[in-house]
């Protein structure tokens, strides 16, 4: 059986297997049609931003996945566009893990803002090495003005 006929996994863990854009278009197919995935792990792959891409267009229709791990995987400004829109449009993700990434703070800026107007995401996880206290400083400041009822965890030292 495959995944797009799963009916009973609900927890998927794919982090660590040196997963690239091919691996992400095909799970962003699985996406489209699975109805019983609630959990995916995909930390510690090679997806990038052409991966997260496709996930988030998948992820834009997708009623039934609330958690999504994306740590470590090379995706950068050009992803987080695509991430953007998710946080506009998907009504069940809960938790979305996007650590150790290829984005700056503009980057996290836009998520900020777009998590203004989700009403689902609970946890948001940005950590990265190099940011700095003026960056934490300045999310801080959009979490506060914005009133996000979210977990968002952010660290200059992960």
């Known amino acids: 059986m495959s995944l797009h006929q ?9 982090s660590d297997n040196k997963l690239g854009f091919e691996d992400g278009k095909a799970l962003a ?11 995916l792990d995909l930390g510690c792959n090679n997806l990038g931003s052409e ?17 999504l791990d994306l740590d470590y995987n090379q995706i950068d400004s050009r992803g987080v ?18 650590s150790y ?16 107007k989700n009403s ?14 003026e960056d934490l400083n300045n999310l801080k400041k959009i979490l506060r003005v914005n009133s996000i009822p979210t977990s968002v965890r952010f660290s200059m030292w992960g």
């Open 81 to 98: 566009k695509a991430l953007e829109n998710v946080l506009y449009i998907n009504t069940t993700l809960a938790s979305l893990y996007l």
């Open 51 to 67: 991966g997260a891409e496709v996930l988030a267009e998948a992820l834009c229709k997708n009623i039934t996945l609330t958690t």
């Open 29 to 39: 197919e699985v996406l489209y049609v699975n109805k019983t995935l609630t959990h």
């Open 120 to 133: 689902t995401l609970i946890t948001l996880n940005l950590y990265r090495q190099d940011m700095s206290i």
């Open 6 to 14: 799963n009916t009973a996994l609900t927890f998927l863990d794919l």
């Open 101 to 116: 990434n290829q984005f700056v703070f503009e980057d996290e800026k836009i998520l900020m803002e777009a998590l203004s």
